[in-house]
């Protein structure tokens, strides 16, 4: 499966490289995206990747009706 390992790598490279010229790139970047996946995971308690999809999948519901309900325009 080194293949799979070295197909991915290789399409996160392509990715990354467009995604740095149409957006703002900076050295913490990826951790908010992190940390909301670590906590997806400890919810989840770390032993099985299908609760942790879910876990994550209801915290970003959570903290998207959040960002709603809790906005400073309104």
Known sequence: SVAAFALAGA??????????????????????????????????????????VVAGLALGVVESFSAGVISPRG
């Open 11 to 52: 399409l996160c490279g392509l990715i990354a490289s467009v995604a740095a010229s149409l957006t703002v790139v900076r050295w913490d970047a990826g951790i908010t995206i992190g940390l909301i996946g670590f906590i997806a995971a400890a919810l989840a308690g770390f032993d099985s990747p299908i609760k942790a």
